[in-house]
């Protein structure tokens, strides 16, 4: 089955603990992308990547990581969690070029106490 | 600077009749407009997108949308509602910057609709 897969599906930690957000997708897709989403706000994007070794920031790169080692995997990375950092997590991939709908992973829900 | 922006938080209608969500959006150069639902605890799945061509398109579970140039809209319809289709929906708009060949997605805040039985 195609899918985004999105590991853990719920986090929670304290503030300054190291952490990291694993995104795997089995569709042999160039693009992908990590979103939050929060009330009010809707989705906003924190990095994308083209393709492997191509990451680029989005809108609230902040106090993010990000890396593409391989063209599956797009971990999401937190090296020093903040409360503000409370939200629910969304992976996205697709084929490259701007027509292409995105496929999205379930979410990751992260509580930073 | 790019934006979409849905002016309702909340739709609700009556199961059987037809619904709207509405979306409009500011870009610079040409659109793709797109629409995804989110159901709870899921990720989003897409609905149905313009790129060009007729200005209305049809997508999954019978919804369609129009785009309208002029008034820079892209609203989201269904002829006759149903309780299932209860669910937050998105708009989503990809822009070009940076000299980006594939460009950033822009989302709305989403609209919540529901469909009383």
């Known amino acids: 089955e195609a899918q985004v897969t999105q590991n853990p599906r719920y986090l929670i930690t304290v503030t300054g603990k190291k952490l990291t957000v694993t995104c795997s997708q089995n569709m042999n897709h160039e693009y992908m992308s990590w979103y939050r989403q929060d009330p009010g706000l809707g989705l906003r994007q924190i990095y994308y990547s083209m393709n492997v070794e191509v990451t680029d920031k989005g809108d609230v790169p902040e106090g993010y990581k990000v890396s593409r080692k391989e063209k599956r995997n797009f971990p999401l990375i937190l090296e020093s969690p903040s409360p503000n950092q409370t939200s629910l997590y969304f992976c996205a991939s697709s084929f490259a070029g701007a027509v292409q709908p995105q496929h999205f992973g379930d979410g990751t829900r992260l509580s930073i106490l | 600077a790019q934006s979409v922006a849905q002016p309702e938080d909340q739709v609700n209608v009556a199961e059987g009749n037809p619904l709207t969500v509405k979306c409009t959006y500011s870009v610079s150069g040409n659109p793709y407009l797109f629409w995804y639902v989110q159901y709870p605890n899921r990720g989003l799945q897409f609905l149905l997108k313009y790129i060009t061509g007729d200005n209305l398109v049809k997508g999954s579970y019978g919804f369609e949308a129009e785009f309208n140039k002029s008034q820079t809209s892209f609203h989201l319809k269904k002829p006759s509602a149903l309780v299932s289709d209860s669910a937050l929906y998105f708009c989503?708009?990809?822009?070009?910057?940076?000299?980006?060949?594939?460009?950033?997605?822009?989302f709305g805040r989403g609209t919540q609709l529901t469909v009383w039985p």
């Open positions: 989503a708009v990809r822009s070009w910057d940076r000299g980006s060949t594939l460009g950033r997605l822009y």
